[in-house]
């Protein structure tokens, strides 16, 4: 079977499932009567403003201070991220106006010093066909959000996705070790550019949902997160897998991609919860395209330690890296990891 056809195969098998997954997540939402049906009490950026969206069986969440509103929010937000770029780069256009409005601090999207929508111009079909179909995942996983919190929803807070000298990108890249102190990291110059900018991303997606669904206390709402961690562990899955098989040729690309790795790592605490594409065990390196514990359970990341990765800092802040103002809601602030 030749690679192609066995890439193929997996994406027309992922397909399959996310179509399932999504009209399920669609049933769920119409059946808990969604829209304008969550409660949340916070603040907005950080002011004093109390929103309050009644709903007629309000519940507390397991933490007694963050609630399925605020989860799913924070959430919404990476879906925000994610969405942003795979639009772009697969259509060179972003999100609709429509899905950016909300509660708090509305942002634009920095994809580069032209302010022009940066689309990649793929090499591999193959790997077009993966951009293409992931963009329209991560836009439904928008849409889903944003329709089951109604009016609770925030807006899309500011985003850089710019490759630029000053671009999150770049940052990121330098601190991995990808490129230079004074390189630069365009996502969108290359096939391959553009699987490590999405490496960035899709691990920290599934950790994120790992961690956040212990936080939420609505079954409807668990078993709807836990349908998006599986959607988003397809992705990082295709991804780690594409990046593997073309490292065999380009060494070059599985070395970046363990340094992407290790560099996540050392933003989220002492504690491992990354691993590379690789593993070496008593001299001999294999594939390693599922990360996760002795007992094949995916690793989790707590909000705080996600915030330390889109934000590209160790400390305790409200914003920076992939959002430099930050995320709107209450869930805002990342862990200070030492």
């Known amino acids: 079977m030749s690679e192609e056809r066995f890439i193929l ?21 119409a059946g808990a009567g969604a829209v304008g049906g969550l409660a949340m009490l916070g603040a907005c950026n950080g002011d004093d403003e109390v929103i309050v969206v ?5 519940t507390a969440t397991a933490t007694g201070s963050v609630t399925d509103a605020d989860v799913l ?17 697969a259509f060179g256009t972003g999100l609709n106006a429509s899905l950016q409005t909300g509660i708090g601090t509305q942002g634009s999207v920095a994809t580069g010093s032209s302010g022009q929508p940066r689309q990649v111009a793929f090499q591999d079909p193959i790997v077009a066909q ?20 109604g009016s609770a929803a925030v807006a899309q807070p500011a985003i850089n996705l710019s490759g630029d000298a000053n671009g999150a990108f770049t940052a990121a890249a330098r601190a991995a070790g990808v490129v230079t102190s004074t390189g630069t ?22 950790t994120a949902y790992m ?3 212990t936080l939420l206390s609505n079954k409807t709402f668990v078993e709807a997160a836990a349908g998006i961690h599986a959607a988003e562990a397809y992705h990082a899955g295709l991804v780690r897998s594409v990046i593997y098989r073309k490292g065999l040729t380009n060494g070059t690309l599985i070395t970046a991609a363990n340094q992407i790795s290790d560099a996540r790592d050392s933003l989220d605490g002492s504690t491992d919860l990354d691993q590379g594409i690789t593993v070496t065990a008593s001299g001999v390196t294999s594939a390693n395209i599922v990360p996760a514990d ?6 989790a990341r707590t909000p705080g330690q996600v915030l330390n ?27 200070a990891s030492g």
């Not at 929010?73 to 780069?89: D, K, M």
């Not at 293409?132 to 996983?141: F, G, P, Q, S, T």
């Not at 391959?192 to 999405?198: I, S």
């Open 185 to 206: 990291f365009d996502p969108y110059a290359s096939d391959e550019n553009f699987l490590l900018a999405a490496y960035i991303f899709e691990d920290v997606g599934v």
């Open 309 to 335: 990765v889109v934000y590209l800092n160790k400390a305790a802040v409200t914003g920076g890296g992939f959002f430099p103002s930050g995320l709107n809601g209450n869930v805002r602030t990342s862990a």
């Open 9 to 29: 195969d997996v994406i027309e098998e992922a397909s399959a499932k996310r179509r399932a997954d999504r009209r399920r997540f669609m049933r769920m939402a």
């Open 130 to 149: 993966y951009a293409r179909e992931i963009a329209y995942d991560e836009i439904a996983h928008v849409t889903f959000l944003r329709n089951a919190l």
């Open 73 to 89: 929010n924070f959430a919404l937000q990476l879906e925000y991220l994610e969405a942003q770029f795979y639009s772009y780069a």
């Open 54 to 58: 009644p709903t007629p069986t309000p």
């Open 294 to 299: 002795s007992n094949a359970i995916a690793f």
């Open 211 to 213: 961690g956040g669904v």
